[in-house]
Nanobody, 125 residues
Framework: VQLQASGGGLVQAGGSLRVSCAAS????????MGWFRQAPGKEREFVAT????????EYAEAEKGRFTISRDNAKNAVYLQMNSLKPEDTAVYYC???????????????????WGQGTLVTVSS
């Protein structure tokens, strides 16, 4: 499966942005999906994950209440709605996928099979 992240850009602190991840090659309905981010000079970190049907989600502690992950399997897409953005949210955001036979969620980058190229989100103060 090929993943393409988009929707990044420049936003002021306190603003909102939605990034998207479009898949091609395979249907996403049997994949657990995740969003990760990597800021300059830092390691890639977990942001959010969603099970194949969308019934289970999990977020990094700092993102709870601000970010929402969702998916539309009919459109083969996953989204990350980001509200109340802070300068420390500035990073390249990556979507990731792993095929699964169960309604699972994954928070570790090493557990994912496929990665998109990333989209840059810059939050100005």
């Amino acid at each position: 499966v090929q993943l393409q992240a988009s929707g990044g850009g420049l936003v002021q602190a306190g603003g909102s942005l939605r990034v998207s991840c479009a898949a091609s090659g395979r249907t996403l309905s049997s994949y657990v999906m995740g969003w990760f981010r990597q800021a300059p000079g830092k390691e890639r970190e977990f942001v959010a994950t969603i099970s194949w049907g969308g019934s289970r989600t999990e977020y990094a502690e700092a993102e709870k209440g601000r970010f929402t992950i969702s998916r539309d399997n009919a459109k083969n897409a996953v989204y990350l709605q980001m509200n109340s953005l802070k300068p420390e949210d500035t990073a390249v955001y990556y979507c990731a996928a792993r095929s699964t036979l169960a309604s699972t969620i994954l928070t570790r980058a090493r557990d994912y099979e496929y990665w998109g190229q990333g989209t840059l989100v810059t939050v100005s103060s």
